[in-house]
């Protein structure tokens, strides 16, 4: 039982809660990969993978939606599943988070949890202050909801 967290990054800010998540879940039991890196086959039945993207024109970013694309192709039965998005905080701003979602839902995998939003400052960032300690949290309830799901299958 792994955790995947694959993220697309274009001020560092995705990034950082990328590591985030994976530091909340555990090094043993969490890597961090750049989107364009990801290979499906890195990950097994029961596994978590956690996708993240910037909102980019109200969706998730260019790369991050050809990976979802070739997954879908390739499916991800058995998979457990989460998404992020970093945004800026509007009234308006996209749900990158929930296309991601249910991308890996059509996929074939099994949500884990809500789309979860992080938030910038602006454009480029910085992240606002007390969002990477969310997303170590968030990655802790993650590792929760995994050993559940485990203890489930092996009933």
């Not at 961090?32 to 086959?41: H, K, L």
């Not at 800026?88 to 988070?97: Q, R, T, Y």
């Not at 590792?143 to 299958?153: D, E, F, H, P, V």
């Amino acid at each position: 039982m792994k955790a995947l967290i694959v993220y697309d990054s274009a001020y560092g800010n995705t990034k950082a809660i990328a590591e985030a998540v994976a530091s909340g879940l555990g090094t043993a039991n969490a890597s961090t990969v750049p989107v364009a890196r990801f290979r499906r086959a890195d990950l097994s039945v029961g596994d978590l993978l956690v996708v993240g993207s910037p909102i980019n024109g109200w969706r998730p970013t260019p790369k991050t939606m050809e990976t979802l694309t070739a997954v879908e192709s390739e499916g991800l039965m058995g998979v457990l599943a989460a998404a992020f998005d970093t945004r800026v905080k509007l009234f308006i701003h996209g749900d990158a988070a929930g296309k991601i979602s249910r991308h890996l839902k059509k996929a074939g995998a099994t949500p884990v949890s809500k789309p979860m939003p992080f938030y910038v400052g602006g454009t480029e960032g910085p992240l606002l202050p007390g969002e990477t300690d969310r997303a170590k949290t968030w990655g802790a309830q993650l590792l929760s909801l995994m050993k559940s799901q485990a203890a489930k299958r092996s009933q």
